[in-house]
């Protein structure tokens, strides 16, 4: 790298006050002459700050020059974003590689806007990588457009100018005409059409403000590429940050205050399923909360009734917040011990914005519109308390949010210096049912089994509780491990990605223990839907051995425990109203007397019988309940990590390594049976097949005749 570059980015560095520049120059030097390396680079540090762009929003691209697999002449090609990928993540397989000539030439044929999604299909046709990602509508975007490299960015700074009503008087005297304006139109052909005019017409500027929309600014290299998108939106956030207060407080000043935080995440984690359910009545969602200050500034605002149903402005916004949200007319402090009636008390604003939305698709709808979606609200605003937000995982649900973020601080920005102005409804919904949008939902993975369910696993943090975690988040479901020891929970915690699983430390002895463990589930991810007792413990003794502290003990966590979690879960599963599993690890103990068992195999026979009681109380609310019973699982079973397998091996007299063989040879099937055959179990309770069965055993043991129940 050149001494003028490495200055340059030593200055670079120190300029900017309200972006991150994460440009590293080991890094980049690294990939000098790569330049789709260098455009991947760029486009994952752009998308590291949700300041620059949102996750999935905006595109990048690069023009290099390749040899032609036909003609072997150089052709230039370029690499742009793919449908439906996201900067901060792009890797190569996410890009689309064009021929850049081809892709203008279909200016040619460009019969005008009543034909924009025909122009889709015609991309196709102008593929250089075999392996690209299909291309999305931004491409001709980047292809009308002469600069090596391009980027298309949604700064909140950026989109507050250019959603406020004197955006493009703002746009020409804060950059001194060095970016353009293109007033707002929807993404395609059209608008790339609009993109190169604009540059003809304005000779050397650095950018375009796309209003309502977005920012496209460029350079000759990643590097210069990468400052000046800095630079541009640093100088839109700075401007931002002078005015902020200036004509009048922000949002109009506060008309309410927030609870404190413990008392926000309280009242958030007991309203959630009542608002899940509600939120479900179409599909089962999963819930996010957050109570980040941006929000609480927003929600606690003056400004809040007249701002909220405006809606968003930028496409990427509404697509995944709906066009506006939800906001709850509740005092912050609400008494929420009888959830079933604050449950009346919130189903009318549903069915109030059920109707809107309905409404907005009736009025505004085409002959070939695809079929209304769900009416139902993503985003719920609780004045004093946050935000919650439903989709069909965590992930989107999450996202969302971070959206709706987004949105706040646009409106805060327009207000600021002008007056925000939002999208026409009929503009939000040619998008939002958009056919390209939908042909792009149709081709969306189908969702697994246990997609939109959230599981509630005590004795979570290893063993066979650990494996049944693994086995449900495997099959789409969102797990919630819960156990006595934090260490465990830690170690299981971070064998999985990001949105899939939370801990929550659990004495199931303990009623505030497990009120606060089942609150955290419904705050982390809305509600839940399958419950697993699985914790326990194992002593082995003969009656006259068996002290009376050890018998209570087991009672207590097998027993009594089981009962607990499944009072409180029940609590959850009932408002939510969409049934729900409670699956109870017991044993084949509970069947087949045994020697120096007696208050192992008590325990574990309450436990089965126990498991009938409730499956018989709590069909009416299609709540199942059932019962897997392992036996003999040794590897990987914390239960044998103690005196168990001493005292089985004991009774038997034989040796401890022995046990795995020996009770292989006393089964049936002469098998070994693992963890993972215990998850197996579970799941096929919850996976579907057995949606209409309940008071029922399933015995994975490899066959033990005496523990057969029918």
């Known amino acids: ?130 392996n690209s990602k299909a291309p999305s509508i931004d491409t001709p975007l980047h292809a009308f457009l002469p600069f090596k490299h391009i980027d298309h960015l949604h700064p909140d700074a950026a989109i507050a100018i250019a959603a406020s009503k004197e955006g493009e008087a703002i746009t020409k005297e804060l950059y001194n005409g060095k970016i353009a304006w293109v007033p707002w139109q929807r993404p395609g052909f059209d608008l790339a059409l609009k993109l190169e005019k604009a540059l003809n017409d304005n000779p050397g500027i650095r950018g375009i403000m796309l209003g309502g929309h977005g920012l496209f600014t460029w350079g000759d290299t990643s590097y210069e590429c990468y400052v000046n998108s800095l630079e541009v939106i640093d100088m839109a956030s700075e401007y931002l940050a002078e005015n902020f207060g200036k004509k009048r407080p922000v949002f109009g000043g506060e008309k309410g205050t927030s609870l404190d935080e413990k008392s926000r995440k309280k009242q958030a984690s007991l309203l959630s399923p009542v608002l899940r359910g509600l939120a479900s009545s179409h599909s089962a969602m999963i819930g996010h909360f957050t109570d980040d200050k941006r929000v609480l500034e927003f929600i606690n605002s003056k400004d809040l009734d007249k701002l909220a149903p405006l809606g968003t402005s930028c496409p990427d916004h509404f697509l995944r917040t709906k066009i506006r949200p939800l906001v709850l007319d509740i005092p912050a402090d609400q008494d929420l011990s009888d959830k079933q009636a604050i449950k009346e008390k919130i189903e009318p604003a549903f069915e109030d914005y059920r109707a809107y939305y309905q409404k907005y698709y009736e009025d505004h709808k085409h002959p070939n519109s695809p079929a209304v979606r769900d009416p139902n609200p993503v985003i719920i605003l609780w004045p004093g308390v946050g935000m919650f937000s439903f989709a069909k995982n965590k992930q989107t649900a999450r996202v969302a949010s971070e959206f709706y973020i987004n949105a706040i601080n646009v409106m805060k920005g327009a207000e600021a210096v002008s007056e925000y102005v939002s999208l026409p409804l009929q503009e939000a919904f040619d998008i939002e049912y958009w056919l390209l949008e939908e042909a792009k939902l149709q081709r969306m993975p189908k969702e697994k089994p246990l997609s939109r369910k959230v599981a509630f ?11 049944i975690a693994d086995k449900l988040a495997e099959e789409g479901a969102c797990v919630v491990l819960t156990d006595i020891h934090d260490e465990r929970l830690k170690e299981a915690l971070a064998t999985y990605g990001k949105d899939i699983a939370s801990t929550a430390k659990i004495d199931v002895t303990d009623q505030e223990s497990i009120e606060e463990a089942v609150e955290k589930a419904c705050l982390d991810f809305g509600g839940i839907d399958i419950v697993v007792n699985c914790a326990g413990l194992a002593i082995s003794k003969p009656i006259e051995q068996t002290a009376e502290k050890e018998w209570d003990l087991l009672q207590d966590v097998i027993v009594k425990g089981q009962f607990m979690v499944s009072q409180k879960a029940v609590d959850v599963l009932r408002v939510q109203n969409m049934g729900g599993d409670i699956i109870n690890i ?79 040879k006393r089964t049936i099937l002469n098998e070994i049976i693992g963890v993972s055959d215990i998850a197996n179990g579970v799941f096929a309770f919850v996976g579907g097949d057995l949606s209409k069965s309940t008071g029922n055993v399933i015995n994975v043991d490899g066959g033990v005749a005496a523990a057969f129940v029918r």
Not at 88 to 112: C, H, M
Not at 457 to 467: D, L, M, N, S, V
Not at 608 to 634: C, Q, T, Y
Not at 650 to 664: C, D, F, M, Q, T
Request: some cysteine; glycine content about 12%; charged content about 25%.
């Open 457 to 467: 696993i005590t004795g979570g943090g290893g063993g066979i509780g650990k494996a």
């Open 586 to 664: 017991a044993s084949k103990n509970g069947l087949v007397s045994g020697p120096n068992n007696v208050g192992y195999g008590t325990a574990k026979a309450a436990q089965i019988h126990m498991s009938r009681l409730l499956a018989a109380e709590l069909g009416k609310d299609k709540i199942r309940v059932n019962v897997v019973n392992p036996d003999a699982v040794i590897e990987g079973s914390k239960i044998w990590e103690g005196e168990w397998a001493a005292g089985r091996a004991k009774a038997y007299g034989i040796k401890v390594e022995e046990l795995p063989s020996y009770y292989a």
């Open 1 to 130: 790298m050149s001494d003028k570059n490495q200055k340059q980015m030593e200055v670079i560095t120190k300029r900017f006050e309200y972006v991150d520049y994460l440009w590293e120059n080991d890094k980049a030097a690294k990939l000098e002459g790569d330049e789709v390396g260098l455009l991947i680079y760029r486009s994952n540090i752009l998308g590291a700050d949700l300041r620059i762009t949102n996750y999935g929003g905006g595109n990048t691209s690069c023009k290099t020059m390749e040899k032609d697999p036909l003609t072997n002449e150089k052709k230039e090609i370029m690499w742009v974003k793919g449908s439906g990928g996201d900067i901060g993540t792009l890797t190569k397989s996410g890009l689309a590689g064009l021929y850049v000539d081809k892709l203008r030439a279909l200016k040619n044929i460009y019969k005008g806007l009543e034909f924009e999604d025909e122009m889709v299909e015609l991309f196709n046709h102008c593929i250089y990588d075999l």
